[in-house]
């Protein structure tokens, strides 16, 4: 089992707290498939726990509310720091929570003895046994870290250092020494449900998302080695904003937004170069978030 098919768990009764692990199957029987809960209810609160896949670790929790006094917060895990600082309590509001063994799922306990993890969060040794793959990164392909985010590659300085691009925050960061592993639980078996392949680096220059402030130029003198990438095309979108203030006559704030609209459409009003306020440049996946 991997580690991202655990669903989280925290049930808050009257402010005590208990964490359990589940599979998505026995969350959905313990918490959805009950009779408080309306078909439309159900599938709303399955979307919201998929929803977090896509959050950063540690928040984006799924809330539901079963009676003024009962509460409950989901979420996929991203991966093992984030598994260890729920076990640990990290994410309780109750410091004296208690982890429930009995209400987890089977599977993920199994799974916990193979991490090597104990349901404290302490490693009782390595968790993850790791392959060196060899791999071509390539511009455009998307990439797993090992610490729970995906990043997408938009250029190679050398064959091991690359610019990326974090696809939640999109944020930028020049990765260096980055290398392929294949990894799986210590104390388990290589299998195709346990193994997960995904990246390390050696150490990371953190960038803004604003990529008007990004100088490219020193990036590549500083990071770029002798290195031969094909070349690809990259979708910029330029964003420029025009702005002016009219005064326009009217009964009504809502007519004169009527009036304003009615103006732009007609041509009555075009702004041009003199109403230029700011100009962005934004990568097309920052820009779909």
Known sequence: ???????????????????????VKEYKEAYLFVSSLSREESAQALKELFDTKFS????GWAERYITANKSYYTKFCSGSDELQCFLHGSYN??????????????????ALEEYNLDVNGAAKGFMFHYEQKEHEFKPGEVLHNFNGTDYKVMECYSKNNLLMMNMVAGTFLVAVGVTYYDHYPHAGKYTKDNAETGIECGH??????RLSDIDFAALRAEYCEPYQQKGTSFPIEIREVLSRV?????????????????FYKKSEVVLDAEDFKDVSYLSAKAESR
């Open 1 to 23: 089992m991997k580690i991202q098919d655990m669903v989280l768990v925290i049930e808050n009764t009257k402010g005590s707290e208990k964490n359990m692990l589940m599979t």
């Open 56 to 59: 950063e670790p540690g928040s």
């Open 204 to 209: 990371g220059h953190y960038l803004t998302a």
């Open 93 to 110: 509001d109750d410091k004296e929570f208690r982890f429930d063994r009995e209400e987890s799922s089977r599977e993920c306990m199994w």
């Open 246 to 262: 009219e005064n326009i006559e009217a009964e009504t704030f809502g007519d004169a937004i009527d009036k304003a609209m009615e």
